[in-house]
């Protein structure tokens, strides 16, 4: 029944795609087409919510391949996703139905955004390769598609072919799993995957095609190179559905293939997939730190946190491996809640960078400033967005981050000695993460939202319209309420846990307090709800106290400064400047940076400068020798369009020759 | 429980009322080693009294977060210092935050800190919120890394439990808790912006961190920062000691004797920290800054280290 509620739900998004290719013309179209969004979306999130703890459900359409069919099945892995991807698409609606009114041309965004949350719906619902493939592709092009829609902006061209590109080699690797998956038999279906187990080797191929395939979706360094391109030249509201919702699904085929379709793991996989997580979670957050666009910043955000969510899967699976049931539901917990967590926050930093781009036009951070006094909500649901993703109790992104971490201090249970060493390196690594987080969104926020405005247009910035205020506050307040009652949500989760640990945490919600209480309460416990309450009450004790003991009145002056204030807003510290030290210390070898500095002579009025070249060693070593190879061998194959008859004939027949002599050897 | 109650009470008083005797103690040992007679060990309870009557001064494009950010601040880094075990173990709620969550917590108080000193677009409060962000960056590491030494030879991220296990003599001598000790030091120095990484009394040298932050702030604003500041500073000494000196302290369920004896150690332990770290930081040298993260380097790796040792065997 909720399987059917769920297609049918995907249905309604398809021909309401095809329905805006037809309103596309009427100015009210763009509201209609968001708010219908909303109502299914709303409607599968309900569906999905409830279906969680309900047995899996399974059925079989008679589309696709004719022997095959198409095959759904909804179970408690699928129900968790769905229920994350159709609250990332409500929230993205509700935010639309305000933010859409700014498209320039709406037909742009209007089909493809429906369709591309019904694509990630059939994603998840999927339950035999030719379906998973087959909605994978369309979710992959419809996001292109969206890419797209300001497609007269050259880098925006250049993003979507990267993007494209990308897209397309994910997708060969994931078919080629699949291939392997299913064997000689082609066996095509999930269930007959899981019943049959591959030999190790065989195994670990389709370990690593996976995580090529569905890694370079989700942004695995060094696949990530698309991610910050593509995400911010779609609208805010679909970068807020690519960064939020579509890594979430790349990461359920990754769940999907290696904790359901794959068999018992081996030990070193988790070795391989903690050590990319790791990088990818220290590497992203750096670059993020360097960048100045704002909605390439939080781009580069998601693949550190997407890296965190694979540090909590690699978690997972070495105690798996090692035979751990409890400590794997606990590594396992906390990657689904920092799927949830960052779907969330992600979503709603997204929306707030749309808000800012439409009230100063500006995405740069270096022209914005002062924000906090023209966009007061905006601004406030930024703040609580940015200290949820800086992992900052009493928000949700501590909650997920810190069980991460008990889960990691559960690993001396681990038997074999590359574990040993790098579970903990992986912890390090986690820890120095969060705190760049920190710093990275300290600047982001600092820089946009206050100080001087840097720009005229920020200075005559005004908040958004009410649609987009309520998505931001309905996230923000989600933020809180995730961070100080998490035990329901884990109890929630329980049934996804058993399903692929065969284990689950201890109930949450019957624990006093509602305290969160991983393994037993001697060894550790957070209770964000008392954290929260004992820091709002001393807070307001110590107003009280202060206001009717001591003074309350306010004098405003000029800033002091030092007593040497400078008027100009170019004057202060800038997001370059912001950056600089951490640069310094971890710029130069990561990203070779190099300063030079320019002085003018004596007496010359000219102004000094300083210089800064920063190196994405990725993209330079991996992918410009690639696409010069892919280049050069094309030119030299393209020889072979200017040829004589009499050298075509010579091919012909030495293909001939070689194809006899190859059957002659082969029997 | 009502023990346990009056236990929690007692402590969250107590943190707030000794903080600024413990920085003035600091501050009159270090006047008396430089030779200086030093202002009076209570002076600083009359410069909060003094703050506080007078009026906030706020800059003229000061927003909301400005105003409120002294008072989160001041909440935050309390209630971190209420759970950590001063005199006794057995806090009332001491399960409601390991030291994973009170560190978080003090990294709250200090992102909002951060944001604070950005807020008026000054560039003295630009260099100390982003020198002080990188120092977290490195600090917090290593400082997760110590929970980890810490709580692989407790088998707990509770401070309680950590404090009864080391208490009880569980552990003996370890090479693991000796790095982690040095480590926690390190760590402890920097965060508390004290000599090498930054000099707390001085406001006008390029090496500022934490002065160049709050240097907008004044009146009762300025007054909740010092407050916090000096709560920070209690926060680290009584965590040292709670882990790696907690003889004395009154265990669950003891009598009043106990409960006397623990607060009698808990002086003598802040005395001792007193002492050291004028001592120390009278005889060293304020650093450059792009030095600290070779200080902080080494307290990562120590912290480091002292996990490996633990995964490698669980008794060194």
Not at chain 1, 539 to 566: E, K, Q
Not at chain 1, 576 to 586: C, E, K, L, Y
Not at chain 2, 104 to 126: K, M, N, P, V, W
Not at chain 2, 249 to 268: E, I, K, N, Q, R
Request: hydrophobic share 60%; with cysteine; glycine share 8%.
């Amino acid at each position: 029944m909720a399987l059917v509620l769920e297609l049918l739900c995907a249905l309604a998004l398809l021909v309401l795609a095809v329905l805006a290719i037809a309103l596309g013309r009427f100015s009210s179209a763009s509201r209609i087409v968001y708010a219908v969004s909303l109502l299914v979306t709303a409607a599968g999130f309900a569906v999905a919510v409830v279906s969680l703890v309900a047995m899996p459900a399974s059925l079989t359409l008679p589309f696709g391949l004719p022997w095959l069919g198409a095959h759904f099945r909804l179970d408690a892995l699928a129900a968790f996703f769905l229920a994350v991807v159709n609250f990332g698409g409500a929230a993205a609606s509700l935010y639309a139905i305000g933010y859409g009114q700014h498209e320039a041309v709406p037909g742009r965004v209007l089909p493809f955004f429906p369709a591309f949350l019904a694509g990630m719906t059939l994603v998840v619902l999927a339950d035999d390769a030719f379906a998973f493939l087959l909605a994978w592709e369309f979710m992959s092009l419809m996001s292109w598609a969206l890419v797209m829609a300001h497609h007269r902006d050259s880098e925006n061209v250049r993003a979507g072919y990267i993007y494209l590109v990308m897209a397309g080699f994910g997708t060969l690797c994931l078919l080629l799993a699949f291939g392997l998956l299913a064997g000689p038999e082609g066996g095509y279906v999930f269930a007959a995957m899981r019943s049959h187990h591959l030999p190790s080797t065989l195994a670990a191929l389709v370990l690593i095609l996976t995580l090529l395939g569905a890694g370079s979706k989700a942004g695995l360094v060094p696949l990530h190179v698309w991610l910050p391109l593509a995400h911010p030249a779609a609208p805010s509201h679909v970068s807020a559905l690519m960064s939020g919702v579509m890594t979430k699904v790349a990461i359920y085929a990754f769940i999907r293939i290696t904790f359901d379709l794959l068999g018992p793991p081996d030990w070193w996989w988790s070795v391989v997939v903690l050590a990319l997580g790791s990088a990818t979670a220290v590497l992203g957050v750096l670059h993020a730190l360097m960048e100045r666009d704002l909605k390439r910043l939080l781009a580069y955000s998601t693949v550190e946190n997407v890296g965190i969510i694979f540090i909590g899967l690699g978690l997972a699976l070495a105690f798996r491996a090692n035979g751990l049931a409890a400590a794997a539901a606990l590594a396992l917990t906390a990657a689904l809640l920092h799927v949830l967590n960052h779907m969330v926050f992600k979503s709603l930093l997204f929306f707030g960078a749309g808000a800012v781009q439409v009230a100063t036009g500006a995405r740069n951070i270096e022209q914005l400033g002062g924000l906090i006094h023209r966009m007061k909500v905006t601004s406030a649901a930024f703040l609580v967005g940015a200290m949820a993703i800086a992992a900052l109790p009493p928000f949700n992104g501590f909650v997920s981050e810190w069980l991460t971490f008990q889960a990691v201090l559960l690993s001396p249970q681990v038997s074999e000695w590359g574990l040993k060493l790098m579970v903990p390196t992986a912890g390090t690594m986690l820890a120095l993460a969060a705190a760049l987080a920190g710093a990275c969104f300290v600047r982001a926020f600092g820089m946009s939202f206050l100080g001087r405005p840097r720009s005229p247009a920020a200075a005559e910035a005004s908040d958004v319209d009410r649609f987009s205020r309520a998505a931001m506050v309905a996230l923000a307040v989600l933020c809180l309420l995730l961070g100080i009652l998490p035990g329901f949500v884990i109890d929630w989760l329980a049934p996804v846990v058993r399903s692929l640990a065969h284990a689950q945490m201890p109930a949450q919600v019957s624990v006093p307090w509602w305290s969160i209480v991983p393994i037993a309460e001697s060894r550790s416990s957070f209770n964000g709800l008392l954290v929260f309450g004992f820091i709002a009450v001393s807070a307001s004790l110590a107003i009280l106290a202060i206001h009717t003991l001591a003074s309350r009145t306010i004098r405003r002056a000029p800033a002091w400064d030092c007593g040497t204030p400078v008027t100009s807003p170019l004057t202060q510290y800038s997001a370059g400047s912001f950056a600089q030290p951490i640069r310094r210390v971890f710029g130069t070898v990561l990203f070779r940076a190099r300063e030079t500095v320019s002085m003018p002579l004596p007496g010359d009025a000219s102004p000094a400068r300083l210089e800064v070249v920063l190196h994405d060693i990725p993209w330079e070593a991996i992918y410009v020798p690639l696409a010069a190879a892919v280049n050069g061998t094309a030119n030299w194959l393209n020889r072979l369009q200017f040829m004589t008859i009499r050298r075509y004939l010579m091919l012909v027949f030495l293909t001939l020759i070689s194809l006899l002599l190859v059957l002659a050897i082969w029997t | 429980m009502t023990v346990s109650y009056l236990v929690q009470g007692a402590q969250m008083v107590l943190v707030l009322s000794l903080a600024p005797l413990l920085t003035g103690v600091i501050r009159k040992i270090k006047a008396r080693l430089q030779r200086r007679r030093g202002a009076s060990v209570i002076q600083p309870y009359r410069d909060l009294a003094r703050l506080m009557r007078k009026d906030a001064v706020l800059a003229e494009n000061a927003s909301w977060l400005f105003r409120v950010a002294p008072y989160m601040i001041f909440a935050a880094t309390w209630v971190a210092a209420a759970l950590v075990p001063t005199f006794a173990t057995g806090l009332m709620f001491s399960w409601s935050a390991d030291l994973i969550a009170i560190i978080a917590l003090l990294g709250s108080a200090r992102f909002i800190q951060a944001l604070a000193a950005l807020d008026i677009g000054t560039s003295f409060g630009g260099i100390g919120a982003s020198r002080e962000m990188m120092i977290a960056t490195l600090a917090e590491p290593a400082m997760i890394m110590i929970v980890f030494t810490l709580a692989l030879v407790a088998g707990s991220t509770q401070l309680s439990t950590v404090a009864d296990f080391m208490l009880s003599g569980g552990p003996g001598l370890r090479v693991s808790l000796a790095l982690a000790a040095v480590a926690l030091i390190l760590v402890a120095i920097a965060e508390n912006g004290r000599v090498p990484v930054d000099n707390p009394a001085t406001h006008l040298e390029l090496t500022m961190v934490h002065e160049a932050m709050v240097l907008e702030y004044s009146g009762r604003h300025l007054a909740m920062i010092e407050i916090a500041a000096s709560l920070k500073l209690l926060l680290y000494v009584s965590l040292i000691a709670c882990v790696f000196i907690p003889w004395g302290m009154a265990p669950m369920g003891s009598d009043l004797s106990a409960y006397a004896v623990g607060a009698g150690t808990y002086a003598l332990k802040l005395l001792a920290g007193a002492v050291l770290l004028a001592f120390f930081e009278t005889a060293i040298a304020k650093m450059r800054v792009f030095r600290v993260p070779n200080f902080l380097g080494a307290a990562l790796m120590l912290g480091l280290l002292g996990t490996l040792l633990l995964f490698v065997s669980g008794t060194i």
